[in-house]
């Protein structure tokens, strides 16, 4: 089934620790994308890549880094967790990077901090 | 910044009709979409309008006016596993989305 798959689907990490959330998608999209979703807030941007090679910061990049080596893969790296990165963090894709392309997303990563 | 203001939360009665309102500011416009979040799931696509008016798709209609910011999401006929979270989110300028918080629909019997 094309879709996008996310790893781990859930994680307990202590402060301090690295740690790299997995993205890949087979649905060819140019456009990929990191949000985090908190309780009563919106989705926020992290990072984006517009296509292959490309990445952009988003609106809350501090703390993350992202690279897009192919079309597949957009991993999702935490330097040294910090307890304000609990968060669920969902990977997006869309055919083009202009804003009418629909979003797909991940089944999502609920990370927690200690 | 851009702000994006729609209820919290909403309930109403299966079977009957729900217009969830979305406001937005207008500059730098780029569309507007409408997502449904059940809990613990991703967001899925439910509609998109860039131009004024109405878009109906089965149960569901999706309204916008430019000139006034404003949006709204129409569920007729509702039915329990309606019971979601309802995202707005605007194209800006720079081809981003700016997300409302989620309105969250509670479908009572």
């Known amino acids: 089934i094309a879709g996008i798959t996310q790893a781990p689907t859930s994680q307990i990490l202590a402060a301090g620790r690295r740690m790299t959330l997995r993205c890949t998608q087979d649905?060819?999209?140019?456009?990929m994308y990191w949000y985090r979703q908190d309780l009563g807030l919106g989705l926020r941007l992290i990072h984006y890549?517009?296509?292959?090679?490309?990445?952009g910061k988003g609106e809350v990049p501090d703390g993350y880094s992202v690279s897009r080596a192919n079309t597949d893969d957009f991993p999702l790296t935490l330097a040294s967790a910090v307890p304000s990165q609990t968060s669920v963090y969902f990977c997006?894709?869309?055919?083009?990077?202009?804003?009418?392309?629909?979003?797909?997303f991940g089944n999502g990563t609920r990370l927690t901090v200690t | 910044g851009q702000n994006i203001d729609q209820p919290t939360e909403m309930t109403a009665t299966e079977g009957a009709i729900v217009q969830i309102n979305c406001t937005y500011q207008?500059?730098?416009?780029?569309?507007l979409f409408w997502y449904q979040q059940h809990a613990g799931e991703a967001p899925t696509f439910l509609s998109y309008?860039?131009l004024d008016g109405l878009e109906e798709k089965g149960r569901f209609s999706s309204f916008l006016s430019r000139s006034k910011g404003y949006s709204y999401l129409l569920l007729k006929e509702l039915q329990m596993k309606d019971s979601a979270s309802y995202l707005c989110a605007q194209g800006d300028s720079n081809y981003q989305l700016i997300w409302g918080a989620g309105t969250k629909l509670i479908i009572k019997p």
């Open positions: 207008t500059s730098g416009f780029n569309g």
């Open positions: 309008n860039v």
């Open positions: 997006a894709s869309s055919d083009s990077p202009d804003s009418a392309s629909p979003l797909h």
């Open positions: 890549s517009n296509t292959a090679g490309t990445t």
């Open positions: 649905m060819r999209h140019n456009a």
